[in-house]
């Protein structure tokens, strides 16, 4: 099995950088060396070219490596603050450029109203975001922006059917024990994710014999 982290947070010491060291080494732990990436470390331009808007591949090096990836990973783990209601730019950007045709999904030019085929089903999609904002809050006033944008306008779209969207708040004012039980909450996800993953392959396997 195979699994890409992505990290969106440019502040170093911030709580997103110790979900990330978490789920780094959680899925070390179960035996998976994770593809990892922090896209403000790597420098990763967010901007879209105009080449980008159809299918011919990208010329940027990341962007082939991180397409590649997408594609091989069964695990699907992005790491973000809320902001506005939304990822980063920088992780927007990730979105555009990556999750792309015909990698992620794909459509039929010649198809009235051009229907998209998801391409990214068999995959577990996880993400972990922050807020400042209380949940009650963040569910009942603004609808809560993030479950929509992953669960169903990224993940549901390209075929990923199998899900979590797991909201840490109020991360500002949190306590170090706080931190640390959000932290084990993380490993729970992604040990639960993969021991479900795990349990799928070993069902097909005797399905077949």
């Known amino acids: 099995m195979k699994a890409s982290i992505i990290l969106a947070h440019p502040y170093d010491k911030s709580f997103n950088h110790a979900i990330f060291d978490r789920a780094v080494q959680t899925f070390r732990n179960l035996g998976i060396e994770p593809w990892k990436h922090d896209l403000y470390k790597e420098d990763f331009n967010p901007v879209m070219t105009r080449e980008e808007l159809g299918k011919l591949p990208s010329t940027d090096t990341k962007v082939l490596l991180y397409n590649r990836e997408l594609i091989e990973s069964d695990f699907l783990v992005f790491i973000h603050p809320d902001w506005w209601g939304q990822p980063p730019a920088i992780l927007k950007g990730y979105i555009d450029r990556v999750i792309r045709?015909?990698?992620?999904?794909?459509?039929?030019?010649?198809?009235?109203?051009?229907?998209?085929?998801?391409?990214?089903?068999?995959?577990?999609?996880?993400?972990?975001?922050?807020?400042?904002?209380?949940?009650?809050?963040?569910?009942?006033?603004?609808?809560?922006?993030?479950?929509?944008?992953?669960?169903?306008?990224?993940?549901?779209?390209?075929g990923v059917e199998s899900s979590r969207h797991v909201m840490f708040s109020v991360v500002s004012t949190s306590s170090q024990?706080?931190?640390?039980?959000?932290?084990?909450?993380?490993?729970?996800?992604?040990?639960?994710?993969?021991?479900?993953?795990?349990?799928?392959?070993?069902?097909?396997?005797?399905?077949?014999?």
């Open 101 to 158: 045709p015909p990698h992620a999904y794909d459509y039929d030019e010649n198809a009235e109203g051009s229907p998209a085929t998801g391409k990214l089903g068999g995959k577990a999609g996880i993400v972990f975001a922050t807020a400042n904002t209380d949940a009650e809050r963040e569910t009942a006033y603004f609808g809560d922006p993030l479950e929509k944008i992953w669960t169903r306008c990224v993940f549901g779209f390209c």
């Open 177 to 209: 024990a706080q931190r640390e039980a959000w932290l084990d909450q993380v490993q729970d996800v992604i040990e639960t994710a993969v021991a479900e993953k795990r349990c799928l392959a070993t069902d097909s396997r005797s399905a077949v014999s």
